[in-house]
């Protein structure tokens, strides 16, 4: 009977070792090694169990239902001289408000930005005490409030909002940095207001002080890059003024982490000017792009992190904006490699504008007659064969072998 009941224990290794062990063996042996298993188990660490803690969702919240009559009563708490019912009552404004037509409704009947910039001033000169993250809050509000057109306008003509905002990106204040570069990215996003913010004078000169601060800075919220891409697309010599030109152009040199992105961007917009153009030629600029695109002969591991090209768009544009005078094209006979780096670069498949702007700069390059012919000679055929990605780069084609082969006509 006993022999039986060891039968019905590990079946599967008993009919494997039938005829060879006992089935009492066979349960012994297993029996051994999942207590030798189960000792090392109780030897590992085990870490203390912990109730989770309780959610502070509806502790930070305000209690109302979500319908018209929900705007004015928040309007009302955030007047209330009680701190958690203040508190409240901007946490769930950012959340009322990412509905455009409450953002809106919020600007123009309820005076929204007057309000909350005089709260959030009385917090940032230390009038009131910060009992929560209100200062943080605020941004989030005066964030969603940008993307507005009207809310944008009232913020933009508010000279101390802007002081603050760029003093907080001055500073490096943690979790305020981005929030604020992203507001001012939203307000000079909008053409009205970008001629308010250029207006003050003060504005690209308190960016111009925040970045040459730290020249050797390997990286920027990408956000304060974009708001002074806007602002150097409308006024370059006023950038050139503040010494931009220099600063950017040493990043450029010194090879900082993704200085072919914004940084690059940046310094193609200074060149939209004679005053650009000029500083261009002075540091052979045509010589500095040059040695961009060799850089890829460097192997990878020889080079710093973020340091190697992953896009070639806004290089080839500042060679677009740097090929307008005549001491710049004349050094461009000197490269005539830099046409077969363009040439290569002309055949991605991911960057539209990377095309365009390498047509454009295969036209611009080719004024020099020598040029033109290489081009002719070795690039003709493969741009009569381009796979075009958008209909601005197909007209650019278009254009760019009605040009090359006018003049195969007239030579013929």
């Known amino acids: 009977m006993w022999e039986q009941l060891e039968r019905y224990r590990n079946h599967f290794l008993q009919r494997e070792m039938k005829g060879v062990m006992k089935s009492s063996t066979v349960n012994c042996l297993q029996s051994t090694e999942w207590d030798k298993f189960r000792k090392k188990r109780d030897c590992c660490f085990r870490f203390p169990q912990q109730c989770a803690k309780s959610s502070t969702y509806f502790f930070d919240r305000a209690q109302l239902a979500y319908g018209y009559f929900a705007l004015p009563k928040l309007m009302k708490e955030i007047d209330s001289d009680v701190n958690l019912t203040h508190w409240r009552a901007i946490v769930s404004l950012t959340e009322f408000l990412l509905n455009p037509q409450n953002v809106q409704r919020a600007v123009l009947e309820m005076d929204i930005v007057r309000k909350l910039k005089n709260a959030f001033m009385r917090k940032r000169l230390k009038h009131h005490a910060e009992n929560f993250e209100e200062i943080e809050t605020y941004l989030k509000i005066f964030n969603i409030i940008s993307r507005n057109l009207n809310g944008a306008e009232q913020i933009a003509n508010r000279k101390c909002l802007m002081i603050e905002f760029y003093k907080i990106l001055k500073d490096m204040e943690p979790r305020k940095e981005d929030l604020a570069a992203e507001i001012l990215r939203n307000l000079t996003g909008k053409p009205k207001v970008l001629g308010i913010v250029l207006s003050d004078a003060e504005n690209l000169t308190s960016i111009a002080n925040y970045l040459k601060q730290d020249p050797c800075k390997p990286l ?34 010194n090879r900082l982490a993704k200085f072919w992105e914004m940084n690059c961007k940046a310094f193609a917009l200074l060149l939209r000017c004679s005053e650009g153009q000029r500083l261009f030629d002075e540091v052979d600029g045509i010589k500095m792009i040059f040695d961009i695109f060799e850089d890829k002969c460097i192997p990878a591991e020889q080079q710093l992190h973020d340091q190697p090209v992953l896009s070639y768009e806004y290089i080839v544009l500042a060679l677009l904006n740097g090929l307008h005078s005549k001491r710049a094209l004349w050094r ?62 197909e007209c650019a084609r278009d254009a760019l072998l009605d040009w090359l082969r006018r003049d195969i006509a007239d030579n013929s």
């Open 332 to 393: 461009m006979r000197e490269f005539t490699l830099l046409i077969c780096h363009v040439g290569r670069a002309m055949h991605t498949r991911t960057n539209a504008r990377l095309q365009l702007y390498c047509l454009k700069a295969l036209r611009a390059m080719g004024v020099m007659p020598c040029n033109k012919r290489y081009i002719i000679g070795n690039w003709l055929d493969e741009i009569s064969a381009l796979e075009c990605y958008s209909a601005d780069a």
């Open 220 to 253: 920027y919220p990408p956000d304060m890059w974009h708001h002074l891409c806007h602002m150097l697309e409308v006024a370059p010599e006023q950038g050139i003024q503040l010494g931009l030109f220099q600063l950017l152009h040493s990043r450029i040199v």
